[in-house]
């Protein structure tokens, strides 16, 4: 299907259109909010068996999930032992011809740089020499802004000398700032190095088909065995060139560096990635990932104009080939920073941002509407199931922490004489005690896995902060409202008043 | 997994449909009772709470398995039979009626103790208690002398000499003494040697700071005041004039406000009744003029009545007038007017309620609700002189004479009868500290300053 996968250039209808549902998620979020606020004081009976309602749920999603954390767990620590080189060769001969050889298949990694140092992406390229996978197969383009300090293309250029040799080429392709119908987006860089690649690959007569492409941060550090089970994935897949490949992203890179509560959050996203890998039907690309560089040509690459170029590369494609398009889940890690700054002040300001700029995610949201609007072969069911996980999720994204937290006590707290004398002001409160106690199941799981997954702490660090680390998860509560909800709540105003977010490069530290 | 996902997805479907809506009739108050003619119940519930805490709860004579606080829920809706017991406490026994839907709330039970164990704080006797309300200090006469003035601080727990023993005033006649509500200090009228003389003394440091008013008003004033957070900027009102004094500038500014029956002071304004019957707002200096309201009393009431009036401003817009002879009004619609005999009022906050008391009754004043006329809770007193909300309001602790009785404000179903706590030494004022919940009096036969405990603490 031809669809401008866009915001921009849109006329008449679709122009409206694009506006009303770039208005609803916000517009949604703040009713719900404002909603039980008002009801909570209105009608505050019918506010405490909504919140009652709503708890249940909660408690049943999270006890659902949190079984699916652990399966998740149990099958990336299971996949962590295997073979990967040797299970890719037996696939080989398994798909008997079908498929390409595995001395054919080259991969493609895109790493963009705005302003990142040496420091920040030397380790993932020392990392990729150091895979299973042969590195003479492998084209590295190291995509640098134009904008970006002098001194950083003089690096970008020192690195391409150093590993040069190790890989099938090293590029350095350096993006001209403001082409037109570009936005400073990410997506814009990796795209014209993308493009770049595409040319140099057509140069030496390499088929796009047997080409995977995978754009990662520039902090990324991918598991060793990244390739080896990427290429095991692709070869197995029989839908390849229609596939994206999602590993599960952590943030270890500097996770004993940081602050509790920014070690805490990103943990939390590691494992909401866990989770969503048991569910493949509607699983999305985020952050660092893979595809087939067919289909990255054939969609027209990452949109040019969009912050959540991550996901909107799924969403394009998915359009693009209506319906025909998946992502498949790979057990194997990818480690990003944590988003840190020198200071426990900045950190809290660069993690805002950064969630706030995942929570720009939801600008696909009025795309894929007009583009499901379009698509007439994508079956309807499909359409409804990605269009409401798709809201569905921001929505609880921005208002959950708010109702847990503050929203679903204050019948309780501020109840009048009438909602005061009745069943419902004394029952109420403690079924939401027993749902909360309830759920800390869930929450105990995640403390435990979480300590499983966590890196080995630095040497000589003292077993009593150890076992603080433990403590950290008190202040979910705190950060799930400061700095999760509230960052997607703003991030949906701005949507809804059409004040769009610019792309802001998150702060890395080592 | 994705099977996996599904069916256990279907499985926490059903689990939510069929919880959810069981969850939330019981939240509401229905029960499943098989047998009853659609399967389920409207039921109640009573709340409970016992000061002590602890207590074992009786339904219908059957001891219900959790003690006091405990919320009895799933109850049918009709009159339950209640007892609470603790040991060494009177048994509280009520009849409560339950209604469907509805919390029957009955948190601030007090449980009186059956042998009241009072604390003697200060054994020597002593004539005369002077009660400063809303401070940690009560104060203690033994003679007429100043040097006789002992101050007990509830914080220290123990009494020291009101005034240091070197000073100038020992020997000076305590003609009277004035205290304001939340003020550490106190304003004595002395007879010296060199003739009359207003002392203001600290009740925290015990300094003391002479006030020359007599040069000013030769003759005792109607009324003199402060406002709590300055204690050295006195008030005082004599013949229809108000006068101001700074103690610390020794400066005084008289006549600020003239031809005056009735004056108060409130967040740094003065607040006079003229002889014309206006109630009016001033700034400190007298100056800038607001006029609240024309002869507030009905029918022009002011020009009838004579005296002076206090007047306590409670909220900006809720002002209480007190005369000498009793009349009360409260500046909220409806007119709230008791012609005579209000010897006191004590105001709640929170519910917007004003304790009143005459020499035979107290009562309750709802500001707050359309009802004008007060809810008389006690009748058929002697000689009530001073009454205290106890126990976050729930219950009022009145003397009537040498008698202390404490009642609830709202009995459950029944009335509750009022309970004597103790008779104290005739005469005598007592002070109630809401922050520790207990009575400071003096005791009936030894006249010590003596402490009970009202509301028990676990």
């Known amino acids: 299907m031809t669809f401008r996968f866009s915001r921009h250039g849109l006329q008449g209808f679709d122009k409206r259109l694009e506006r009303l549902l770039e208005i609803l998620p916000g517009a949604t979020s703040w009713t719900i909010l404002v909603g039980m606020l008002v009801l909570s004081f209105w009608r505050p009976r019918l506010a405490a068996v909504l919140v009652i309602a709503f708890d249940l749920y909660w408690l049943l999603r999270l006890l659902y999930m949190t079984l699916f954390l652990v399966l998740s767990y149990l099958k990336l620590t299971r996949h962590r032992e295997t073979d990967w080189m040797a299970r890719a060769r037996q696939s080989e001969r398994l798909t008997n011809g079908s498929a390409p050889r595995l001395q054919e298949i080259s991969h493609v990694v895109i790493i963009p740089v705005a302003k990142e140092s040496r420091e920040i992406y030397e380790p993932g390229i020392e990392n990729l020499v150091r895979q299973h996978w042969p590195s003479r197969q492998m084209l590295v383009v190291l995509a640098v802004e134009e904008r970006a300090p002098a001194g950083v293309k003089e690096e970008a250029r020192a690195v391409q000398q150093r590993y040069r040799e190790h890989f099938l080429d090293f590029l350095v392709v350096v993006h001209p700032d403001g082409l037109p119908g570009e936005a400073r987006v990410k997506g814009a860089n990796a795209t014209y190095a993308a493009k770049e690649a595409a040319a140099w690959l057509q140069g030496r007569g390499i088929p796009f088909e047997r080409v995977v492409v995978s754009c990662f941060d520039a902090d990324t550090v991918v598991s060793p065995a990244y390739f080896t089970c990427l290429t095991y994935h692709f070869l197995a897949c029989p839908t390849r060139t229609r596939t994206s490949f999602q590993p599960i992203p952590v943030y270890h890179n500097n996770i004993w560096d940081v602050p509790g509560f920014a070690r805490v959050l990103d943990v939390g996203a590691s494992f909401f990635q866990l989770v969503e890998a048991t569910n493949p039907e509607k699983l999305v690309t985020f952050s660092s990932h893979s595809m087939s560089f067919k289909a990255l040509v054939e969609v027209g690459y990452w949109p040019v104009d969009m912050i959540s170029d991550d996901s909107a590369i799924f969403w394009k494609a998915f359009l693009h080939y209506e319906g025909d398009y998946q992502v498949v889940p790979m057990y194997v890690t990818v480690s990003m920073d944590v988003a840190a700054s020198e200071s426990w002040r900045k950190t809290v300001v660069n993690v805002y941002k950064q969630k706030r700029r995942w929570a720009w995610g939801v600008e696909n949201f009025p795309i894929v509407m007009r583009g499901f609007f379009r698509a007439r072969r994508i079956p309807l069911l499909a359409k409804l199931k990605h269009a409401f996980k798709l809201f569905e999720g921001h929505i609880a994204w921005a208002t959950w922490p708010f109702l847990l937290g503050i929203i679903g006590w204050i019948p309780a707290w501020f109840a009048g004489q009438v909602f005061s004398n009745s069943v419902v002001y004394y029952t109420a409160p403690r079924i939401a005690i027993t749902i909360f106690q309830l759920s800390s199941i869930g929450l105990l799981t995640t403390v435990v896995l979480s300590q499983c997954l966590l890196p080995r702490p630095p040497v000589g660090r003292p077993w009593l902060k150890r076992v603080g680390h433990t403590f950290e998860w008190c202040v979910i509560p705190f950060t799930a409202i400061m700095l999760s909800a509230v960052p997607a709540l703003d991030a949906q105003t701005r949507l809804m008043l059409g004040r769009y977010l610019e792309f802001w490069v998150t702060e890395k530290k080592r | ?458």
């Open chain 2, 1 to 458: 997994m994705p099977w996996l996902r599904k069916s256990i997805f279907f499985v926490f479907l059903a689990v939510y449909l069929i919880t959810c809506p069981i969850l939330i009739l019981y939240v509401l108050g229905y029960v499943m009772r098989p047998g009853t003619a659609q399967g389920m119940m409207r039921t109640g519930l009573i709340s409970l709470a016992t000061a002590p805490p602890g207590a074992s709860i009786y339904v219908g004579g059957r001891r219900y398995l959790r003690r006091t606080p405990a919320v009895l829920d799933g109850l049918a809706p009709g009159e339950y039979g209640l007892k609470v017991i603790l040991k060494h406490y009177h048994p509280w026994v009520r009849t409560v009626q339950v209604e469907g839907e509805k919390a029957t709330v009955l948190e601030k039970i007090v449980l009186a103790p059956t042998h009241p164990a009072a604390r003697v704080l200060v054994p020597e006797p002593i004539k005369e208690l002077t009660p400063v309300p809303e401070t940690r200090f009560v104060v203690l006469s033994t003679g007429p002398k100043i040097e006789d003035l002992v101050v007990y601080d509830r914080d220290a727990a123990e009494p020291r000499p009101l005034i240091p023993l070197d000073s100038p005033f020992r020997g000076s006649r305590v003609l009277s003494s004035v205290v304001v509500n939340e003020s550490p200090f106190l304003l004595l009228r002395l007879r010296a040697e060199e003739g009359e003389a207003y002392l203001s003394v600290s009740l925290k440091s015990g300094e003391a700071r002479q006030a020359d008013l007599l040069t000013l008003f030769p003759g005792k004033p109607q009324e003199v005041t402060w406002e709590p957070r300055r204690p050295y900027q006195l008030f005082s009102v004599q013949d229809g004039s108000v006068h101001r004094v700074d103690l610390e500038a020794r400066a005084v500014s008289p006549s600020i406000a003239e031809r005056v029956r009735g004056f108060g002071i409130h967040d740094q304004r003065l607040y006079v009744l003229t002889e014309d019957g206006l109630l009016q707002r001033r700034d400190p200096d007298g100056g800038r003029i607001d006029t609240l309201f024309q002869d507030p009393l009905p029918g022009g009431g002011l020009a009838r009545a004579s005296g002076f009036f206090r007047i306590i401003v409670l909220a900006d817009d809720l002002i209480v007038v007190l005369g000498e002879r009793g009349e009360l009004w409260v500046s909220r619609f409806p007119d709230r007017w008791i012609d005579t005999g209000v010897r006191g009022v004590e105001f709640d906050p929170r519910g917007e309620r004003l304790l009143i008391w005459r020499k035979d009754r107290v009562g309750v004043l709802d500001c707050a609700g359309q009802d004008p006329n007060p809810l008389w809770m006690a009748e058929g007193g002697n000689d009530i002189r001073q009454a205290f909300w106890v126990y976050e309001a729930s219950h009022v602790l009145f003397q009537d004479g040498p008698a202390i009785f404490l009642l609830e404000r709202e009995p459950a179903a029944s009335p509750a009868p009022t309970s004597l706590l103790l008779r104290v030494r005739a005469g005598s004022a007592v002070a109630y500290a809401e922050e520790v919940g207990g009575l400071y009096y003096l005791d009936r036969e030894s006249q010590a300053l003596s402490f009970l405990e009202v509301i028990p603490r676990p």
